[in-house]
């Protein structure tokens, strides 16, 4: 039986589906690499800093016969205050916002195929304009066109790893999202480090040029989700597709049936089926397509079997900011300079390898413990972290702050990394899953706003009021706490469960 479980296992996995996943992925990827691409250079960017190559810039480029001072006719730099700079940063997160209240909806009527294929083309668009930028506006043009293929990608994504991947592993390749997002974090990053000098800042943008363009290409290899294929009626093309996904030697048959009284029929018999169907006096199977009407994203919220799951996912994305991953992720630098002995920039991308390794590592995770044990192991285990992170800033305990960190980015790679972008697809039926992740999303680039913009303040305000650093850090510990509780008494957990009435415990809808 073991070998049996085995040998299914490896048929469910099969080389078609990793290159679904690949190139998928490479959307929530943009993301964090739009998320963090002006880190590095900021200085350069704005004319605040003269930065010259570091050594190693220097040797590559004398290697390969390169000059590093400025090769192209475009300026070095933008003249602009910290206001200025902020509103560049913050207009990527308004972008971010409409994409994510957009792509759900229309995923939902137009096919997850469509939508990733316009994210990519918003991704190329903003990436060019970011590159060929001299002024401010442009700039922000540039990256708020990029933040709306970045809010839809983080919304589309997860659907579509959700609805190709098997039911066993949705967990696993479901954390794929968020693992694809440190990688483009580090990748920006670890440019960053080596090109931020000239106006060789250009580079690391013009990159995210490549990426959308190697995107669009292969989208052309993508298939639509079996999943949405067969709620909008076109179960014969979704049972092909599916079995394409699988592998040819591959039983479909349970997750055929998922799709209803039409899904379990054999895919291949269509004429029979529509003989069937005119036979049949209570005609079931025209009630299930009609039963997949899309919701909106206001009728999701009204609606009494739907709206619990909006109240769980909504809170579980606030959960994700406000136990302060971001603190770390966006102020790491200037909380952790006198901690290490590296550089700012050394020091950043040594968190985010962190954050990576962690989160790969613990991918199976949600699928072995389930999404709500891993949800609050996660919340405890940063509460906790905080906790330690406060105290030891407080006291001045220098290597117990580094470690404290390093398990606070751990704790969130456990959990609250993953799970969110799962549990919009589990907890809600087809026809409202495109508008409940527009829900999450939305939710979770508030929750990032507010804590991007309101931790320094408080901070600052905290450390003034009681003198010394870190107090802030008790704050998030006591939000972790009631995050905790909120996670224990309204999120539900979705593992094994085979559809949203089963999570909710209600009887399953016929009609």
Not at 163 to 172: I, N, S, T
Not at 413 to 420: D, K
Not at 492 to 497: D, L, M, S
Request: hydrophobic letters at 45%; charged letters at 15%.
């Amino acid at each position: 039986m073991a070998d049996q479980g085995l040998g299914q296992y490896l048929q469910d996995i099969t080389t078609y589906l990793i290159l679904l996943i690949i190139i998928a992925t490479s959307g929530s990827l943009q993301f964090g690499y739009h998320l963090a691409e002006l880190n590095a250079p900021q200085n350069v960017i704005t004319c605040h800093e003269t930065s010259t190559p570091n050594v190693v810039s220097r040797v590559v480029a004398t290697l390969r016969g390169q000059p590093t001072t400025r090769s192209t006719s475009l300026p070095d730099c933008i003249p602009m205050d910290d206001a200025a700079f902020a509103t560049i940063t913050a207009i990527f997160t308004l972008g971010a916002l409409l994409g994510a209240l957009c792509a759900g909806p229309f995923s939902s009527r137009r096919g997850r195929l469509p939508a990733m294929r316009i994210t990519a083309m918003l991704y190329t668009v903003g990436s060019l304009i970011e590159t060929l930028s001299g002024s401010v506006l442009f700039m922000c043009v540039g990256r708020f066109l990029s933040g709306i293929a970045a809010g839809a990608s983080t919304v589309i994504v997860p659907l579509y790893i959700s609805e190709v991947a098997p039911p066993k592993e949705r967990g696993l390749f479901g954390a794929m999202t968020q693992v694809s997002i440190n990688v483009g974090i580090l990748i920006t990053q670890t440019l960053g480090y080596f090109l931020s000098y000239g106006n060789r800042w250009r580079l690391i943008l013009a990159t995210g040029i490549c990426i959308g363009a190697i995107q669009a290409l292969g989208s052309v290899f993508l298939t639509e989700s079996p999943s949405w294929l067969a709620a909008n009626g076109k179960v014969t093309e979704a049972g092909r597709t599916l079995q394409r996904i699988r592998g040819k030697g591959v039983n479909i048959q349970e997750e055929v049936a998922g799709w209803g009284q039409e899904g379990e029929e054999d895919s291949a018999n269509e004429e029979a089926r529509l003989l069937a169907q005119e036979d049949a006096p209570a005609e079931p199977s025209r009630v299930v397509i009609a039963s997949t009407v899309h919701h909106g994203f206001a009728d999701v919220l009204r609606d009494p079997n739907t709206r619990p799951a909006i109240i769980a996912v909504v809170g579980v994305m606030f959960t994700q900011q406000l136990c302060g991953i971001n603190s770390i992720i966006m102020y790491s630098v200037s909380l952790l300079a006198d901690l290490l002995p590296v550089s700012s920039a050394l020091l950043t991308i040594l968190i985010s390898v962190v954050n990576l390794l962690t989160t790969v590592a613990c991918s199976p995770l949600p699928d072995r413990l389930g999404r709500k044990t891993c949800l609050l192991i996660s919340i405890i285990g940063q509460g906790s972290s905080s906790l330690a992170l406060a105290l030891s800033i407080v006291f001045g305990a220098k290597v117990l702050s580094a470690f404290a960190v390093l398990f606070f980015v751990g704790f969130f790679a456990v959990g609250l990394g993953p799970v969110p972008f799962i549990l919009a697809s589990e907890l809600v039926g087809q026809e409202a899953v495109g508008a409940t992740q527009s829900w999450a999303l939305g939710a979770n680039y508030v929750a990032t706003f507010i804590v991007a913009q309101f931790f320094p303040i408080l901070n600052t305000a905290l450390n003034n009021a009681f003198g010394g650093q870190g107090w802030v850090y008790f704050v998030f510990a006591a939000l972790a706490a009631g995050c905790s509780l909120f996670v224990l008494s309204r999120v539900p957990e979705t593992k094994g469960k085979k559809d949203a009435d089963e999570v909710w415990g209600r009887e399953r809808r016929l009609e």
